[in-house]
């Protein structure tokens, strides 16, 4: 069974950057898919991007896309989150999840089997 870490949080302010990322132990990560949703809140968790387990196919929110690139290094057991041009609106506790599925762009919590604790990103306008 896999184990997720984020870690990269903080506190920025609007227009910067930050980059996630999501450690694995117990399991090697090339053989999940990946995924990272956030939680704002008082509101529902929400997908925000996926990988697949080659690193082949990306997919994004569309509040996200153009700002934000998953990526991964399975050699390093890494998946990385590079988030661009923040906003307050991007405030949310992230969490890497990882699923052992094939082939479809996992979207939704609940195709997800492991999870992370989470990393606090905290944007001020």
């Known amino acids: 069974q896999v184990q997720l870490v984020e870690s990269g949080g903080g506190l920025v302010q609007a227009g910067d950057s930050l980059r996630l990322s999501c450690a694995a132990s117990?399991?090697?990560?090339?053989?999940?898919?990946l995924g990272w949703f956030r939680q704002a809140p008082g509101k529902e968790r929400e997908f925000v991007a996926f990988?697949?387990?080659?690193?082949?196919?990306?997919y994004y929110a569309d509040s996200v896309k153009g700002r934000f690139t998953i990526s991964r290094d399975n050699a390093k057991n890494l998946v990385y989150l590079q988030m661009n041009s923040l906003k307050p609106e991007d405030t949310a506790v992230y969490y890497c999840?990882?699923?052992?599925?094939?082939?479809?762009?996992?979207?939704?919590?609940?195709?997800?089997?492991?999870w992370g604790q989470g990393t606090q990103v905290t944007v001020s306008s």
């Open positions: 999840a990882a699923d052992s599925s094939r082939g479809a762009v996992l979207r939704r919590r609940d195709e997800y089997d492991y």
């Open positions: 117990g399991g090697t990560l090339s053989r999940y898919a």
């Open positions: 990988i697949s387990w080659t690193g082949g196919r990306t």
